[in-house]
């Protein structure tokens, strides 16, 4: 079975390091000042060309409250009037870049994310998806994955209405905890009522998934507490969940130094919160999707595993990895073809840039042969598990067990400790390997050794 995990203390104690989630190879950590505009408009002239489909995503940065463990690209400010010069430059932005892409490449996945995009007025959403109906062939039979971040703090059951009512068919709900103590050690006061409320508004609206987010290793947390939220939430009975590992780095995000460092869970309580977590969700039926992605077993994710066809992109585990990926707003990231780029990170330099009619690209990668045939054996293993070395061999024109022969020793070790099989023709990550999936990519990754691993998040 594809969900099934072994847990393996010792294995995990050991292989548990600091490393990037791999939602790009390489990752943004290698992104540089040398990609620029020209590059983006010659990577969606070839998209124009191919005629390849488009995932579009589109950032809300503004917040009214602050939440201490996000690290986020964000805005917090209580004045909702900032939104409409952001729009504006947005829309700019929109009409820029859909003039070099062909008007009949359909969006087959939309994600508004944030900050908080329901910060925005109702007047203001209608206004934003009018102009992507305007500039996009967005899809008008809700046959597409069109998805929005919810703060259930932040919406009620006319601000679902209106959300079902413009296209979105997909909600992702922030929770992290539901324990009062902890709540306000970060900062984020939210009822089960009011999470209830918005879950039964999509549900009555026929929203057609629902995910909610959680997050482990907050101050106060303990393995009984969380265990009580991971109760409370199974029964709401979302479609997916994504349990999250808190990673602590006040120095990188001024937010997080408010949160009291002593108040922290000891790793060994992270890490029966997470034992009792995955133990809560297997049992209660939900799928290990990977990394920290959890589903039920109809639900699009898990049946594209099963089938090997899951991929992984900026948005995490999709089923649209064959899409171009087209990010919009302050830091948004896009994937086109071989090309990655990002938006400059502040909001001011990113909205004067654009009030002189040019895009705000700030840094970006083109990747190269190696970085393609890396790519491609990571995201194999990070979604499947497993690596066929004649799918990549077929693919790259390689032998693959000479172009890797230096990790091959790597890859013998973990082979012994049990985190992987490693057979004549395929590497399988086995049931005690899973949760350290991110250690057996991190061997394949060219780039690892020349950044600080201080800026990546541990395994587990």
Not at 9 to 20: E, V
Not at 449 to 456: D, I, P, T
């Amino acid at each position: 079975m594809l969900d099934a995990i072994r847990w393996d203390t010792d294995l995990i104690r050991r292989y548990d390091l600091a490393g990037p989630r791999y939602t790009s190879y390489p990752t943004a950590a290698q992104f540089n000042s040398q990609v620029g505009t020209f590059d983006l408009f010659h990577a969606l002239r070839d998209s124009r060309k191919a005629q390849r489909p488009l995932s579009l995503y589109v950032h809300v940065p503004f917040c009214a409250n602050i939440c201490y463990y996000c690290a986020c690209n964000k805005v917090i400010t209580k004045d909702r009037g900032r939104a409409q010069p952001y729009l504006q430059r947005l829309e700019q932005e929109i009409q820029l870049i859909a003039c070099h892409l062909d008007p009949t490449q359909k969006v087959e996945q939309l994600h508004f994310g944030g900050g908080t995009p329901t910060f925005l007025s109702h007047d203001e959403l209608r206004q934003l998806m009018a102009h992507l109906r305007k500039h996009f062939n967005l899809l008008d039979d809700d046959s597409g994955d069109y998805s929005i971040e919810i703060d259930p703090r932040e919406a009620d059951w006319s601000t679902m209405g209106l959300l079902r009512e413009l296209g979105f068919n997909r909600v992702s709900i922030g929770l992290q905890d539901l324990d009062p103590a902890v709540q306000r050690a970060v900062n984020r006061l939210q009822s089960l009522e009011e999470t209830r409320a918005v879950i039964d508004a999509a549900r009555t609206l026929q929203f057609r998934s629902i995910n909610i987010d959680l997050i482990y290793g907050l101050p106060k947390q303990t393995p009984e507490n969380f265990a009580r939220t991971v109760e409370e939430v199974i029964h709401l009975q979302p479609d997916r969940l994504s349990v999250f590992n808190y990673a602590h780095l006040p120095e990188r995000f001024m937010p997080q130094r408010r949160i009291n460092g002593n108040e922290l869970p000891t790793p060994a309580q992270k890490l029966e919160m997470l034992q009792r977590t995955i133990e809560q969700l297997i049992t209660a039926g939900y799928r290990y999707i990977g990394m920290d992605h959890f589903a039920l077993p109809d639900d699009e994710l898990a049946i594209a595993q099963e089938e090997s066809t899951l991929q992984r992109n900026f948005q995490g585990y999709t089923t649209h990895g064959h899409c171009d990926l087209v990010g919009l707003g302050v830091s948004a990231i896009s994937q086109i073809g071989d090309l990655y780029c990002q938006n400059s990170s502040d909001l001011n330099e990113y909205q004067n840039v654009l009030a002189t009619s040019q895009l705000a690209t700030s840094r970006g990668l083109l990747c190269n042969a190696d970085d393609r045939l890396r790519r491609a054996v990571i995201q194999q293993l990070i979604c499947n598990f497993s690596l066929e070395y004649a799918d990549i061999e077929q693919a790259f024109n390689i032998d693959f067990q000479g172009y890797f022969g230096d990790l091959w020793p790597q890859l013998q070790d973990m082979a012994k400790d049990g985190l992987i099989e490693l057979d004549r023709d395929r590497i399988t990550i086995l049931p005690a390997g899973r949760l350290l999936v991110r250690s057996v990519c991190m061997v394949f990754d060219a780039y690892l050794e020349q950044h600080s691993r201080q800026r990546f998040s541990r395994v587990i």
